[in-house]
């Protein structure tokens, strides 16, 4: 077969492109840098000319703002874990929210949400007529099989890898190109809060334990806290500059693990050029379907498995809220909750679920008697392991009601804790 032929017919224009799809559709994207923003693009001009309605448009972590959230009459975003845009959408009745765990999506996708079309940002077809997916494995694959479409946007910069899902020309309903920059995010501001935490939490990592770092400055300020560590893993949902950075200076070399050993395991990633050049043909690096990365079963095989995750606030039963505040829409659940029960089945394994002690500049605790209104529980009381702040690490896994409430006022920010072993004791929690 004449896979270049076949190409050519099938590519057009983003405009093209977006002229196929139709009202009604239920459309899909992937996570951050796999959002084709010239096809979004050309979307959005379509809705605003009236030309596309009741189009759901479903995805995850957008990076930057883009049509997908400019005409909601028109076309309305399902977020499944929010970046900034979403949240903002979300909290003005603009978006709508899917409640999930991040390793559920694939199979939610095949079996309750129709997909009329899956869109996404793939690199340059090799010589056997395949697109790699490159820096997202997350659902992509469940997308290639289920979508009635599937339209391309076909990138220069989105580098190989050699795991990622890949899909085949003839798979393909259309086609665009656009070597547009994939998004590129700052590093990390890290204040001495998040250094203090982070260097808590690097004196509970064993050499040769496998790492897992969400998303935010504590779990960066962890990453670079450990580059004296030796034979270090990595399994992680993300893969984050400062893992990039373990790596190059030795203290992850992957052969202590059970399985991959060798081998940098990720799902999806997205950050700075330096990061995309490394994950580019790196046969080191697998980038595989969430719902194998982020399966708890899998996370524990591995002995001394460390997971690093951020949230907003914790109360004296040990539930963390991570993506809301009150009611007011943050993120989502993405894969925080798989980590902490995956961690702590792990041989020797460890949970840490790290935040500042206060927020609203200094006004407000973090660690509460009960969580705020209507704030959403990320991770349950009996899953949680331990909670780490500036002023030390709280062990609440295998503790009573009192025993966390009492090591969670001792992690407090000092001027709260008066108030909240007061509290504490009016509610017959500490006894």
Same mark, same amino acid.
């Given at each position: $077969?004449?896979h ?8 057009t224009?983003?405009? +093209? ?8 559709w239920s459309?899909?994207?992937?996570a951050?840098?796999?959002i084709p ?13 009236g ?7 479903? +995805?995850?972590?957008?990076?930057? #703002? %883009?049509? $997908? ?8 975003? =399902?977020s ?12 003005r +009745?603009?978006?709508?929210? &899917? ?5 559920? &999506? ?16 793939v690199?340059?077809?090799?010589g ?9 494995? %997350? ?22 890898t ?7 020309i003839?798979? =393909? ?12 995010? #700052? ?6 809060? %998040?250094?203090?935490?982070?260097g ?9 334990a ?5 998303i ?12 004296d ?5 990595i399994?992680?949902e993300?893969?984050?500059d400062? &893992?990039?950075?373990? !790596?190059?200076?030795?203290?992850v070399?992957? $052969?202590?693990? *059970? ?23 790196n046969?080191?690096v697998?980038?595989? #379907? ?14 001394? @498995? ?11 039963? +040990?539930? !963390? ?5 009150g ?10 909750s798989?980590? =902490? ?10 949970? @840490? ?8 500049g200094?006004? =407000? %605790?973090?660690?509460? *008697?009960?969580?705020? *209104?209507?704030?959403?529980v ?6 949680v392991?331990?909670?780490?702040t500036?002023y030390?690490?709280a ?7 009192s ?22 004791k ?6």
């Amino acid at each position: $077969m004449d896979h270049r032929a076949e190409y050519e017919r099938k590519k057009t224009t983003p405009e +093209g492109l977006a002229a196929m799809i139709e009202s009604g559709w239920s459309c899909v994207t992937d996570a951050a840098a796999s959002i084709p923003p010239a096809i979004v693009e050309a979307m959005g001009r379509r809705a605003e000319a009236g030309e596309l309605t009741d189009i759901k448009m479903h +995805g995850l972590l957008d990076l930057k #703002p %883009s049509a $997908m959230f400019a005409c909601p009459q028109a076309i309305l975003p =399902v977020s499944w874990f929010s970046g900034k845009i979403a949240k903002a959408a979300a909290n003005r +009745g603009e978006a709508d929210i &899917m409640p999930c765990y991040y390793r559920d &999506m694939p199979s939610l996708y095949r079996d309750y949400i129709p997909v009329d079309a899956f869109l996404t940002v793939v690199s340059p077809m090799d010589g056997e007529g395949y697109f790699s997916a490159g820096v997202t494995g %997350s659902y992509s694959a469940a997308l290639f099989e289920k979508a009635r479409r599937v339209f391309l946007e076909v990138n220069a910069n989105m580098p190989r890898t050699a795991t990622a899902p890949r899909i085949h020309i003839s798979q =393909v309903t259309a086609l665009c190109e656009n070597d547009a920059p994939l998004p590129i995010v #700052p590093p990390a501001e890290l204040d001495e809060v %998040s250094r203090t935490i982070g260097g808590y939490i690097a004196q509970e990592v064993p050499d040769g334990a496998t790492l897992q770092l969400g998303i935010g400055n504590i779990p960066e300020a962890v990453g670079l806290a450990l580059k004296d560590k030796h034979d270090l893993g990595i399994h992680t949902e993300l893969l984050p500059d400062s &893992m990039i950075e373990l !790596v190059e200076c030795g203290a992850v070399t992957n $052969m202590r693990k *059970p399985i991959h050993r060798g081998k940098t395991v990720c799902t999806f990633t997205f950050g700075s050029e330096r990061l995309y050049r490394f994950v580019a043909d790196n046969p080191d690096v697998e980038i595989l #379907p969430v719902d194998y990365v982020n399966d708890p079963a899998v996370i524990a095989r591995h002995p001394d @498995f460390i997971s690093v995750n951020g949230g907003l606030e914790v109360d004296f039963f +040990g539930q !963390v809220c991570a993506e809301s505040l009150g009611t007011a829409h943050v993120s989502g659940t993405g894969g925080q909750s798989d980590y =902490v029960r995956g961690a702590v089945q792990s041989p020797g394994g460890k949970s @840490f679920i790290a935040f500042p002690s206060t927020a609203a500049g200094g006004t =407000v %605790s973090r660690i509460r *008697p009960t969580l705020s *209104p209507g704030a959403r529980v990320s991770t349950s009381k009996n899953d949680v392991d331990c909670i780490a702040t500036e002023y030390g690490i709280a062990k609440l896994r295998g503790r009573t009601l009192s025993q966390r409430a009492k090591a969670l006022i001792a992690i407090a920010h000092p001027k709260f804790r008066e108030e909240l072993t007061a509290q504490a004791k009016a509610l017959h929690i500490i006894i």
